[in-house]
């Protein structure tokens, strides 16, 4: 929503490239970015519907907004993601649903929930005051601390599975783990082309086998 009110675009349209809305988070990519100075230069020269038209579906509002007359200002380019809203508050709240869902079919909440209360305090780790279940609201320092745990805690659930659940659950394990492996090469200070392989290779891996949520 910063985005909607900072740059003038709808909500369902990317704030970097020139996608249909219909096309987000697909490989039908244009790749070619958001370019205001170009669109206020369209405005001045053509005021025709067809120009209008245009604009409205790329979900583009050319009324003026903050950065109006800034030309050597990439206004696209001025916000940088953050592991709390991308990761933490936006991936990992998602998969927080699918695994309560995934584990209450299964039987195994009550597992997951007990070895969960029972994780030890060490610095930097604030030891959880309430089940899994019981956490209405996840603030920023939880899911901090859902990030270090979960792959953990997630192993000792499912522990000698009925035979027709092994499959199920090592697929489950498999999607966290890639998250959680993204999630900590992110935080490092600095990054060489093989670590980004890494994490590319981590981040299509979550999106391979996150399937296995589907119906959460």
């Known amino acids: 929503m910063e985005n909607v009110a900072l740059h003038g675009i709808k909500s369902n349209v990317c704030s970097e490239f020139e996608e249909l809305p219909g096309e987000l988070e697909t490989d039908a990519n244009s790749n070619r970015a958001l370019d205001y100075t170009r669109y206020q230069r369209c405005e001045r020269q053509s005021a025709s519907d067809d120009s209008r038209t245009m604009f409205e579906t790329l979900g583009i509002d050319l009324e003026k907004t903050l950065f109006h007359g800034l030309y050597w200002v990439s206004a696209p380019r001025l916000h940088k993601p953050d592991l709390l809203h991308t990761v933490y508050l936006g991936l ?118 996150k399937d296995i949520f589907l119906e959460f």
């Open 92 to 209: 990992c709240k998602h998969l927080i649903d699918w695994i309560s869902g995934f584990l209450k079919k299964h039987a195994r909440l009550h597992a997951f929930d007990d070895t969960w209360k029972a994780l030890p305090p060490y610095p930097g780790f604030f030891v959880p005051k309430k089940a899994y279940r019981e956490v209405t609201q996840w603030q920023g320092k939880e899911m901090r601390n859902l990030g270090r745990c979960l792959f953990g805690v997630l192993a000792v659930a499912p522990r000698q599975p009925d035979s027709r659940h092994v499959i199920a659950f090592k697929h489950a394990l498999d999607c966290v783990r890639a998250l959680v492996n993204f999630n900590m090469m992110a935080q490092y200070q600095s990054h060489t082309p093989e670590m980004i392989a890494y994490m590319e290779e981590y981040f299509n891996r979550f999106h391979r086998m």
